[in-house]
C-alpha cells in the first residue's frame, strides 16, 4: 500500500452527495452528514490556494482532530505493544504518529484533480457505525475507490476509528507494519520511535 493510496482517503474527498442511507435511522443520518461534513471541509482545505505550508497543516491538524479519534486510532495500531511502552514513549509515540498523518497528507494536496466523493450508505457492524462511500474519478469511470468509514459515538458526534479502502484496513495495515519492526528489534519500542522520526524527517523536507 503506497503513501499515495492511504492519503487518497482524504486528498480527493469532494463535496459529499449522500444517497438513500441503507440504515434508515436518525443514528445513520447523522453519521452519514459527518462524513460528508469532512468531504466538504477537506475540499475547502485543498482548493484553498491562500493557505501553506504550516498554515496549511494547522489547519488540517484541526480538521483531523475533529474527525478522528488519534489517541484510539495510534493505540489500536500500537496493538498489544502499547503495554510494553512507558509512559514517555507513549507520550513520543503518539506525537510522531499524529505529526506523521499530518505531512502525508498535507504534502500530497496538491495531487487533487477534481476526484468526487459521494456518501452511498451506512450500517452497524458490532460496536462501529460503517458510513460506505466512493471515490469517482471523472477522468477513469472505472477506477472508482470503494471506501468504509468505521466510527464510534462520541457524545452527541462521532469519531472516525478505521478506514477501509476496497476491503483493507488502513489500521490492521499499519498496526502490521509498526509490529514487524518491533519485533524485528527484540521487541523493544525505541526502534520503531526512531524509525518514525526518520519517516517524518523525510516528509518535512518535502514540503
Not at 3 to 29: N, Q, T, Y
Not at 57 to 63: G, T, V
Not at 168 to 192: D, F, W
Given at each position: ?11 480527493v ?50 480538521l ?8 484510539w486510532?495510534?493505540?489500536?495500531v ?11 514513549e ?5 506525537k ?11 504534502n ?9 466523493f ?6 452497524k ?5 460503517v ?57 523493544k519500542?525505541a ?17
Amino acid at each position: 500500500m503506497t503513501i499515495f493510496r492511504r492519503a487518497i482517503i482524504l486528498l480527493v474527498l469532494c463535496i459529499a452527495v449522500p444517497s438513500a442511507p441503507a440504515w434508515a435511522d436518525e443514528k445513520g443520518a447523522a453519521a452519514e452528514k459527518f462524513v460528508a461534513g469532512l468531504g466538504d471541509s477537506a475540499l475547502a482545505l485543498v482548493t484553498d490556494k491562500t493557505v501553506v505550508g504550516e498554515a496549511r497543516r494547522e489547519k488540517f491538524r484541526m480538521l483531523l482532530n475533529e474527525h478522528f479519534d488519534l489517541n484510539w486510532i495510534g493505540q489500536f495500531v500500537l496493538g498489544r505493544n502499547w503495554r510494553r511502552a512507558s509512559p514517555e514513549e507513549r507520550e513520543t509515540y503518539l506525537k510522531l504518529f499524529e505529526e506523521s498523518i499530518v505531512f502525508t497528507y498535507t504534502n500530497q494536496f496538491d495531487n487533487y484533480s477534481g476526484q468526487m466523493f459521494e456518501v452511498t450508505g451506512s450500517g452497524k457492524n458490532g460496536r462501529y457505525t460503517v458510513v460506505k462511500s466512493n471515490i469517482v474519478d471523472p477522468a477513469n469511470p472505472n477506477g472508482n475507490v470503494l471506501i468504509d468509514w468505521r466510527l464510534i459515538e462520541d457524545g452527541e458526534t462521532f469519531r472516525i476509528v478505521d478506514v477501509v479502502i476496497e476491503g483493507i484496513s488502513m489500521g490492521i495495515t499499519q498496526r502490521n507494519e509498526y509490529s514487524s519492526v518491533i519485533e524485528s528489534n527484540g521487541g523493544k519500542i525505541a526502534p520503531l520511535l526512531a524509525r518514525m522520526e526518520e519517516i517524518l524527517e523525510g516528509l518535512r523536507k518535502r514540503t
